[in-house]
Nanobody, 116 residues
Framework: QVQLVESGGGLVQAGGSLKLTCVASGRTFLVNAMSWYRQAPKKQRELVATITRSGTTTYADDVKGRFVISRDNAKNTVYLQMGGLKPEDTAVYYC??????????WGQGTQVNVSS
């Protein structure tokens, strides 16, 4: 089992920045890809960014150039640096990890609110 705890959400004005952090614990040696998803009210959860254990990253088109995902394998931590925030980025952001079985694990979510 892997447990995930996110932090760093909050309220920010449009154009501002936030950094989300997700710390994994438990059987972290099995963790492969780490991702951030988000879910806005009345919308489906969507993938924001993914980073593999080796550091390969992928991003949703609407966050490319604004968000940066990174990870520290020694600390079992994944980050999402968000810049140029827009009101449409308002959502609950979830940390997700996939292990080598593969199994999916989710964090509890952290709210990000961007005011116009």
């Amino acid at each position: 089992q892997v447990q995930l705890v996110e932090s760093g959400g909050g309220l920010v004005q449009a154009g501002g920045s936030l950094k989300l952090t997700c710390v994994a614990s438990g059987r972290t040696f099995l963790v492969n890809a780490m991702s951030w998803y988000r879910q806005a009210p009345k919308k489906q959860r969507e993938l924001v960014a993914t980073i593999t254990r080796s550091g390969t990253t992928t991003y949703a088109d609407d966050v490319k150039g604004r968000f940066v995902i990174s990870r520290d394998n020694a600390k079992n931590t994944v980050y999402l640096q968000m810049g140029g925030l827009k009101p449409e980025d308002t959502a609950v952001y979830y940390c997700n990890v996939v292990d080598y079985v593969p199994r999916n694990y989710w964090g509890q979510g952290t709210q990000v609110n961007v005011s116009s």
